[in-house]
Every structure is written in structure tokens, then in C-alpha cells.
């Protein structure tokens, strides 16, 4: 009888380690790295708090910087994924995502409140923190401190190993694309109609545009006065003071929310139902039947265009994005390594 016991014994283990290595192998293959909230809990357990004073710091002394972070961080995850390629400085053989003509206007307190973390981060725990990451998580606190909502960010993405101005086209609404154009572009990405008002509106509450972006609006439209008839007359003549001199001077901008443009809250949505939409593609979300009763909705309900915009940046924050090899942690945020 003991040495059935032992030939059954023997058996198993044999099977068992003929077996396990196949599984284990398969597992691996078919698993990709999944991104995690502890991510940096043993590697850099410095991370959060980093990120957090820096940010502080920073909106406390640059007021714009949430409202360019969130626009940095939306033109990086659309095009190519979330993956820092629009940080990325061109070179003489390679033009670079940043220097594509839509994200010339990308403001600089963005990528410097990104180089200050990272620079932090490479001293506390050096070539561990992508810049991905810190993008991440960096707009989503200063998001929160201007007064949005707060929403979890999975952590463990990896730096992109291309960035390439060629490749920003149609992966961004103009001021006049078409609704049809921008409703199909959020579609492609996964995102419906309903989170597509809610980023918008989420862009939009802070933060400013140039005005050679509307100067068609309030210059030269296709009407007798010259100005488009769905913007609020006295918003108009306030933006024809505003951007008088815009040819000679391109850096002249207005508050895409005029009302409370400091604070992220649903005003952006109650300024549209008044003919205060800065941008076409802004009143557009106003006239057309699809986007109209979900502008109304938010008007009524911040907690309901919060909850929106909430979801929306969750899923922003996991387009494209890059783990194991697929990526680098880069040493600097602005170059590969």
C-alpha cells in the first residue's frame, strides 16, 4: 500500500509541474500589465504628496495652470493615448505633437508644473514615475483645487516611444469643426454624446482662448453687422474691446466662461443658454437637438454634469495607454530616453 501512496504522490507533482509552467506561460501572454491606485505604494511612496504640494504651489502662484494642464492632458490622451508623447520636444528630424499648429496654443504652466514634479520625483525615487503619470494625476488634483470634482486615477503607465505632429489631425475638435465631426471623434475614442458635453464644458469653465479662435465671430461672420447673431450682443461688443488689436498682437485671449472663469462649476453651460458661448463649436453644443438637452441638464444640475465629467476623465485616462515594454519611464519629460 506505501508504495501506491508514494507512485500516487510522485504523479501528482509530476503533473502538477508539468502543467503549471503552460499555464503560467499562457497567463502571461494573454494578461497585459493592468494599471493599479497602489502603484507607487512601495516604489515611490512619495508620489502623492510631491504631486501634491507642487500642484499647490503652482495654481496658488499661476491661476491658469489647472485650466492648461486639463487641456495638456486631453490633447495628449487623444492622440496616440495617454502616454506623454505631447510633452515631447521636436528635434531637427523629428517635429514633435506640440509643435502641430492646434497645440501651439498649449500654455507653458502646463508642461513647467510637469517638469517640477518630475524633477522632485527623480530625486525622492529617480527612474521609477512616468511622466504619463504625472500628468494624470497632476490634473486631476488641480482640477479638484479650482474646485471640480475628485476622481480616482489608475497609476502604472508608461512613456510613449513616439510623438509625431502628423499624427494630431482629426484626433482634435477646431473652434469650427462640425457637431457631426466632434460627436463621430469622441465616438471613436468610446465616449458618448452625454461625456463628450461634459469634457467640453469641463475644458471650458476654465481656462481662456486666443481670439484668431472666434475673431470670425465678432469680425467678420456672414451677417450685416458682421457679428454671429447667436452671441450675446453686449458679450460681442466686449470681445471686439477685448481682441481689437488681436492680427498685431496673437497672444490676446478671452475667458472661455466670463462669469467665474477661476472656478470649475456648470456656469459654462448656463453662459451657452444666454449667448455666452466664446467658441463656434461652444453655442453649437447649444443649437444642435443631440447636445441641446444635455447643456440644459448641467445648467440645472452641477452635481449631474460633475458626476459626467468625472466618469469621462476616468476613461480619458485610460486611452492608448502603454505598459511593460510597450513604453519607457522617461529621465526627462520632455525627450525620450
Not at 58 to 81: E, I, W, Y
Amino acid at each position: 500500500m506505501a508504495w501506491r501512496f508514494v507512485l500516487f504522490l510522485f504523479l501528482s507533482s509530476l503533473s502538477a509541474t508539468i502543467a503549471q509552467p503552460a499555464t503560467a506561460k499562457h497567463h502571461h501572454r494573454t494578461t497585459p500589465p493592468r494599471l493599479t491606485l497602489n502603484y507607487y505604494a512601495k516604489t515611490c511612496p512619495q508620489f502623492d504628496k510631491i504631486v501634491e504640494d507642487t500642484v499647490y504651489n503652482k495654481q496658488s502662484t499661476n491661476p491658469t495652470t489647472a485650466a492648461a494642464a486639463l487641456r495638456v492632458f486631453f490633447h495628449d490622451c487623444m492622440v496616440d493615448g495617454c502616454d506623454a508623447s505631447v510633452l515631447i520636444s521636436s528635434t531637427p528630424t523629428n517635429t514633435a505633437e506640440r509643435d502641430q499648429d492646434i497645440n501651439l496654443s498649449l500654455a507653458g504652466e502646463a508642461f513647467d508644473v510637469v517638469t517640477r514634479i518630475k524633477n522632485a520625483v527623480e530625486l525622492a525615487c529617480p527612474n521609477v514615475v512616468s511622466c504619463a503619470d504625472i500628468l494624470a494625476v497632476a490634473t486631476r488634483n488641480l482640477v479638484k483645487q479650482v474646485g471640480g470634482p475628485f476622481y480616482q486615477v489608475q497609476l502604472g503607465r508608461k512613456d510613449g516611444l513616439v510623438s509625431m505632429a502628423s499624427h494630431v489631425e482629426g484626433n482634435l475638435a477646431r473652434a469650427n469643426t462640425s457637431m457631426d465631426r466632434m460627436i463621430e471623434m469622441f465616438k471613436e475614442k468610446g465616449f458618448t454624446i452625454e461625456e463628450m458635453v461634459a469634457l467640453i464644458g469641463g475644458g471650458h469653465t476654465i481656462g481662456f482662448s486666443h481670439c484668431k479662435e472666434f475673431s470670425n465671430r465678432i469680425f467678420n461672420y456672414g451677417s450685416p453687422s458682421g457679428v454671429d447673431p447667436t452671441l450675446n450682443p453686449v458679450f460681442a461688443n466686449r470681445l471686439k474691446q477685448i481682441c481689437a488689436n488681436y492680427q498685431a498682437n496673437p497672444t490676446q485671449a478671452a475667458f472661455n466662461d466670463p462669469m467665474t472663469p477661476g472656478i470649475f462649476d456648470n456656469m459654462y453651460f448656463k453662459n451657452l443658454q444666454k449667448g455666452l458661448g466664446l467658441l463656434g463649436s461652444d453655442q453649437a453644443l447649444m443649437n444642435d437637438p443631440r447636445t441641446k438637452p444635455i447643456v440644459d441638464a448641467f445648467a440645472a444640475n452641477q452635481a449631474a454634469f460633475f458626476d459626467t465629467f468625472a466618469q469621462a476623465m476616468v476613461k480619458t485616462s485610460l486611452v492608448g495607454v502603454k505598459t511593460g515594454k510597450h513604453g519607457q519611464v522617461r529621465l526627462r519629460c520632455d525627450r525620450f530616453n
